[in-house]
């Protein structure tokens, strides 16, 4: 196996005295996808959010590269190439495509007072990074509010691949899809993950994770309990893990069924 872009060592977080997290560790490799399981209030998105440069960890060391980092703020990670994709996407509905893929770092042409935003350009890197990610968009400058759901996270994944990221983070992807819409999703993790990005793929879904998994870690309460790999684990097992075990098994035999 290759050596990791970033780990996470031991990790905790505090907020006041609940604590969010209570010693986790993690790390990405290139060209993998490394899924971060766990029920609600586990700490997935705490967790991500020290891995972001949004919190800064209680205790615990951070290496990028295996030298200690720390990340004073979002801007910080995403320059050693750490990039979040959040549900809400942060992208302007009403604007076209090509705006919200270059978001304020537009490509420019002519010098000095004859410097503009140069359209053209910006249109046909639009199409093409959306066409390697398996997106033909009808035109560059549809409006981001007519897409799909998948289609919108496809524009903000492939925004941050072109843009340079190493670690793709995409906190609950396809919690809010259908079926269709999720597969693309799923295919466009797979596309990032084949360019060497590492990807961190948060999800309540173990379906979801197991289509694309490298490998799994499960979060519980603030710790981890453990990481799998691909082949190493079956789906029932992650999933009682993420439920914590039991509580599952004690709903299953009163509904007399499987959950
Ligand atoms: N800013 C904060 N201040 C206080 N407590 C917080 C803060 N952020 C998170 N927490 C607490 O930390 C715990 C973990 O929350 P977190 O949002 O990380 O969970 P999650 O796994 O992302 O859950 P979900 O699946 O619902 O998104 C929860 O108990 C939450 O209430
Ligand atoms: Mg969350």
Redesign the pocket.
């Known amino acids: 196996m290759t050596s990791p872009i970033i780990e996470m060592r031991d990790i905790e977080k505090h ?2 005295n ?1 604590v ?1 997290l209570a010693g986790v560790s993690f790390d990405v490799r290139p060209g993998e996808c490394h899924c971060l399981l ?10 991500i ?1 020290t891995m972001s440069g949004v919190h800064k960890p209680t205790r615990g060391e951070i290496a990028i590269d295996g030298q200690r980092a720390s990340f004073a703020s979002p801007r910080d990670a995403m320059n050693a190439g750490i990039a979040t994709v959040y549900q809400d996407l942060a992208m302007i509905p009403l604007m076209s495509v090509t705006r919200n893929f270059f978001m304020g770092r537009e490509p420019t042409k002519g010098r000095w007072i004859f410097r503009r935003f140069d359209i053209e350009r910006a249109n046909q890197v639009t199409l093409e990074q959306m066409r390697a990610m398996g997106i033909n968009l009808r035109e560059p400058d549809q409006a981001v509010g007519t897409l799909s759901g998948g289609e919108r996270q496809t524009v903000a994944i492939a925004r941050a691949v072109y843009f340079g990221a190493r670690v793709l983070i995409l906190d ?1 992807p396809t919690s809010a899809l259908g079926v269709r819409q999720t597969a693309n999703v799923l295919s466009t993790i797979d596309k990032v993950r084949r360019n060497g990005i590492g990807v961190v793929f ?1 999800t ?1 879904n173990v379906r979801h994770a197991m289509a694309v998994g490298d490998r799994f870690t499960v ?1 519980n309460r ?1 710790r981890t309990l453990g990481t799998a790999k691909r082949g190493e684990i079956k789906a029932d097992e992650l999933q009682d893990l993420m439920a914590g075990g039991q509580e599952m098994v004690e709903l299953e035999g009163s509904l007399g069924g499987t959950v």
Do not use: M, P
């Not at 766990?38 to 967790?47: E, L």
């Open positions: 907020f006041g609940i969010a766990g029920d609600n209030g586990a700490g997935k998105s705490t967790f959010k609950e948060i309540h979060l603030g």
